[in-house]
């Protein structure tokens, strides 16, 4: 496109090629926006010396400590002025979604309008933590675009030390394999937080992220402080003339190759009758079998969440997955739904109180060991919680016989419950 | 700005905005009642209702990085032929949802004819996830929509088609930081330098105590240099990951020769079958060279071939090498296995082969 005023050989590149093209998308946005043509030049100008040129900056709205990401330009002549000066100004808006990310046109539409009133017109949908991206907006215009937004019904989402936006899968509204009712469960958290969300004061980020089964689709385990998964205790259902459907429409060995021995935990046997035999108390709700034969099997029926805690990315000391902190939280009315709700401020205080600065959940709970931070935050030790327990003799055990008399009460309780 | 006389405006804290008026009707009515789905075909999944109804849901990819016109289109599409509504995958695709199975074939026509590749789901290379790159990134050493629209192109009928032995996850990321996630598949900057500082800027532009305090192996320490107080990094401890950079960016790691591109494999967030693991290093040293990272592209066809061609039916990338292990992984891709694949980090003698087991 001739509209351009800077010239993009390297961009242009991408422009051909089957998949769709953010750079035909940017020139055509750009045509309208003269902070995009900027953009598209400096892009350009990164292709050709394989460098960044932004820097951050603080820019914000009123009453909101976080939600702008600031985005000045680098590339200045020697008297300080601009390379691309329509892009001297590219900051971005984090907004938080429906639960889910679940849309009606209206809402996509809205948001589209008020966004070209204010901003560049581009936005990713959606950036690693769950938010809406606007892509460009200028220190003058964000507060007339917060309003506008925030006004109709929309937010800001986190950003550096803070409670972030929370994601959800698609859950309940379109997925058999739903535990719980995960956007309640992530509005519940997340909208609780909303002070730490806008105003960071804490160590770190903080994430929830909740997965209706452990298919994990938010990636949870890998991605959030406190991951929420859905699982039960009972028995898988089952449905014997399903399966013996799928037995002979797929066959014998496709059915042992792909479901039986597939079983990370060999709890399942298929019968000389094409029915399926399960050693529930073996399995572990890996969801694979369920997966594979959706017809013929489902998730039990004493559903709730499991909670992992201290899940994150890289920085700095390499990746951490979540660990079991509460196997199983069953949710049958709104006070189960109030003790995720209780755990999850636990979890941010102990955390606000006690990590270093700079230090994600799980490095915390790495530096004081689990069992400390279950006593912190007021929670019982359970096997769920291990791979196996320590093979290193150096541990004191003066209090053994306490700590076992723990794990008899518990157990006495437990069955003096269930009967 | 408002002027400063003006009192400023509150703003109302909604947070996350309630999805039930954002859902298709059909999907409100069978919400929690859902009892199975199956794919047709690539690009549609058929879910089955408790009450009997049923819906089909179209799955397209995306740039993710969108302008006003290609959201709109969208939408047009949406009102068009599905009521209205519609949702986006955790990797930027897009899943509009009809009630009646004759309106799957005219919406996925509309989606094809909009420039939208209709595919991504069962055994297929999904949507890549990845990050900002040179376009907003304020710390990356690439880009990252422009390598994900090249690599997409090159895989474009692996995600239209349902080819693969289980779904393939790439990743992208342009820090070591890697906001891409684990993948299958990831493709991650690796900076092979120290940071370059620049000695006269630290002082007024670092917080130095918190600077030292990043970095992972204590390589940071306060010093003077032309009478200003600065840092300095002791280069022989030094490990790249360019975590004192985004706190000071006088220490610049970035670098367009020596930020190299590395590629990892058998990262898993799912519990299916194997608990969730994380990917590991197979190559490094791959040029950062834009606009299309044809040696990136090359690698990443290279391993996902050797993938699709031996591993077994609902094996992941990783639980395929586990079943063949690492030797059987190097010989079937041709890549070489180096000193560098031998992990020095925190735990790293739980990674080596503590048996006698050996494959030959």
């Known amino acids: 496109m001739s509209d351009n005023t800077y010239d993009t050989p390297r961009l242009d590149e991408l422009e051909s090629g089957p998949w769709p093209s953010f750079v035909t998308g940017l020139k055509r946005q750009a045509a309208d926006n003269p902070m995009l043509d900027g953009v598209l030049g400096q892009l350009e100008h990164s292709y050709k010396d394989r460098t960044g040129y932004w820097k951050g900056g603080t820019v914000g709205v009123y009453g909101y400590g976080c939600g702008i990401i600031p985005r000045f330009t680098e590339l200045k002549d020697d008297d300080g002025n601009p390379f691309y000066p329509e892009a001297h100004e590219f900051h971005t808006m984090r907004v938080v979604p429906p639960a889910g990310m679940h849309y009606s046109t209206q809402l996509l539409r809205d948001i589209c309008d008020i966004w070209e009133r204010h901003g560049s017109g581009l936005m990713a949908l959606h950036g690693q933590t769950g938010d809406i991206m606007l892509q460009g907006v200028t220190a003058d215009n964000v507060q007339a675009c917060f309003d506008e937004l925030n006004e109709y019904g929309l937010d800001l989402g986190g950003a550096g030390p803070a409670v972030r936006t929370g994601m959800s899968c698609v859950g309940a509204a379109r997925c058999e394999q739903s535990c719980c009712n995960e956007q309640k469960i992530h509005r519940l958290l997340v909208n609780n937080f909303l002070d730490d969300l806008h105003r960071p004061s804490l160590p770190y980020k903080f994430k929830f992220k909740v997965s209706g089964c452990a298919n994990d689709c938010m990636n949870s385990i890998e991605r959030s402080d406190f991951a929420v998964i859905g699982t039960w205790r009972d028995e898988i259902q089952v449905d014997q003339s399903e399966v013996q459907a799928y037995v002979q429409e797929k066959g014998r060995k496709h059915t042992i190759d792909n479901v039986v021995s597939r079983c990370p935990s060999g709890s399942l046997s298929l019968n000389d009758d094409d029915t399926l035999e399960i050693d529930n108390s073996s399995c572990v709700r890996c969801m694979h079998c369920i997966n594979v034969m959706s017809k013929a099997l489902s998730p039990g029926k004493d559903r709730g969440v499991t909670i992992l805690a201290g899940g994150k990315r890289t920085l700095r000391v390499g990746d951490m997955f979540g660990t079991v902190v509460v196997p199983f939280l069953p949710l049958r009315d709104d006070s189960d739904y109030q003790r995720i709700l209780e755990l999850a401020q636990e979890f941010v205080d102990f955390f606000a109180e006690n990590a270093l600065e700079h230090e994600r959940l799980g490095e915390m709970i790495e530096r004081i060991g689990l069992p400390s931070f279950l006593e912190g935050v007021g929670l019982e030790v359970d096997p769920n919680m291990i791979r196996e327990p320590r093979s290193i003799s150096y541990v004191r055990t003066d209090d053994w016989d306490e700590e076992a008399e723990k794990w008899y009460r518990r157990q006495q309780m437990a069955s003096e419950q269930a009967s | ?360």
Not at chain 2, 3 to 19: V, Y
Not at chain 2, 91 to 105: A, L, P
Request: neutral net charge.
């Open chain 2, 1 to 360: 700005m408002a002027e400063a006389t003006e009192k400023p405006r509150s703003p109302i804290e909604s947070g996350t905005p309630d999805p039930f008026p954002h859902l298709h009707p059909t999907l409100r009515r069978n919400f929690g009642l859902w009892r199975y789905h199956d794919r047709p075909q690539p690009g549609v999944l058929h879910h089955v209702g408790e009450t009997g109804e049923e819906v089909w849901t179209v799955r397209v990819g995306t740039q993710r990085q969108m302008d006003l016109a290609t959201v709109r289109k969208l939408c047009d599409i949406a009102d068009a032929h599905a009521d209205g509504y519609m949702r986006f995958t955790i990797r930027s695709t897009v899943e509009i949802t009809v009630d009646e199975e004759r309106k799957v074939q005219p919406l996925m026509d509309a989606l094809r004819e909009a420039g939208f590749p209709v595919g991504g789901t069962g055994p297929a290379v999904k949507m890549i996830s990845h990050t900002q790159g040179w376009l907003h990134c304020d710390i990356p050493a690439t880009d990252a929509s422009g390598v994900v629209k090249a690599l997409m192109d090159e895989l474009y009928d692996e995600f239209t088609q349902e080819n693969m032995p289980n779904k393939v996850h790439i990743t992208t990321s342009c820090c070591q930081i890697n906001c891409g996630g684990q993948g299958d598949i990831a493709v991650n900057i690796q900076h092979t330098k120290p940071p370059k500082i620049q000695h006269d800027l630290v002082g007024d532009q670092c917080e130095r105590p918190s600077v030292v305090a990043r970095c992972p192996v204590a390589a940071i320490r306060p010093a003077m240099v032309n009478g200003k107080p600065t840092l300095e990094v002791d280069e022989t401890k030094c490990i790249a990951c360019g975590a004192c950079y985004p706190p000071c960016p006088p220490m610049q790691i970035n670098d367009p020769e020596h930020s190299r591109l590395a590629i990892w494999v058998g990262g898993s967030h799912s519990n299916a079958r194997s608990m969730p693991s994380f990917h590991k290093m197979v190559v490094a040293g791959l040029p950062n060279n834009p606009p299309r990272w044809p040696e990136v592209a090359e690698h990443v066809k290279k391993i996902l071939y050797a993938y699709r061609d031996n591993a077994r039916d609902y094996e992941r990338v990783g639980e395929w090498i586990d079943r063949v292990g690492w030797r059987r992984f190097f010989e079937l891709t041709g890549l070489p296995f180096t000193k560098h694949h031998i992990e020095n980090w925190d735990g790293s003698r739980y990674k080596l082969n503590t048996s006698a087991h050996l494959r030959f």
